[in-house]
């Protein structure tokens, strides 16, 4: 199957919301996302507009790539955000390094096992590569054993830091980082 890689515009917000629906609908959401599809469902048009517009192809610190199947329809996406050395992350730890952060990575179910994922995860890296990160991470739950296998099979290796979810202090959150290749 042949598939349309790209950057989300900031008008396809309603797009964007059906498909971070559809994902917190997956029966591993709770594992994978740090919302529940009611909370996203109750969330304003507002809220959909302004999320995409921060993550739109012609912003420069947030990037949300999508694939569409053949009929347009939306069946994957990631998001990557650029962190500076010297702020904190999301769960309050100090970045140490510029980095890309690997987020909402979700493939539909009838198109996982088709390699999209794989184009995805290249077409983010390469995204943030450019704009010149010394490392990519992503946090994955320590249950969430298809998608650390898919995520060491793509190069990136756990890095040892655990991260505290404040919604759930027993869950163990694992870092996985990739670094920069070298330079040719």
Same mark, same amino acid.
């Given at each position: ?76 996406? !990631? $998001?990557?955000? &650029?962190?500076? *050395? /010297? ?7 100090? =970045? %140490? #390094? ?17 390699? !999209? $994922?794989?184009? &995805?995860?290249? *077409? /983010? ?7 010149? =990160? %010394? #490392? ?49």
């Amino acid at each position: 199957m042949s598939y349309v890689i790209r950057s989300v515009r900031a008008d396809e917000w309603a797009a964007a919301r059906e498909l971070r629906l559809l994902a917190l609908r997956d029966p591993i959401a709770h594992l994978a996302f740090l919302e529940t599809y009611e909370e996203a469902l109750a969330k304003p048009d507002s809220f959909w507009r302004e999320r995409t517009a921060g993550v739109a192809a012609d912003v420069e610190g947030a990037q949300q790539v999508i694939a569409e199947g053949p009929d347009g329809e939306w069946v994957g996406t !990631l $998001t990557v955000l &650029l962190e500076e *050395a /010297g702020t904190k992350d999301w769960a309050g730890l100090p =970045v %140490e #390094r510029f980095q890309g952060h690997v987020v909402g990575v979700f493939v539909r179910p009838e198109h996982r096992g088709s390699g !999209l $994922t794989e184009v &995805l995860f290249d *077409a /983010g890296l390469e995204w943030a590569w450019a704009r010149g =990160v %010394e #490392r990519v991470r992503l946090i994955v739950h320590e249950d969430n054993g298809r998608a650390r296998a898919f995520y060491r099979r793509a190069g990136f290796e756990p890095s040892g830091v655990v991260v505290p979810l404040p919604s759930d202090p027993d869950a163990r959150e694992l870092e996985f980082v990739m670094e920069r290749p070298e330079e040719a």
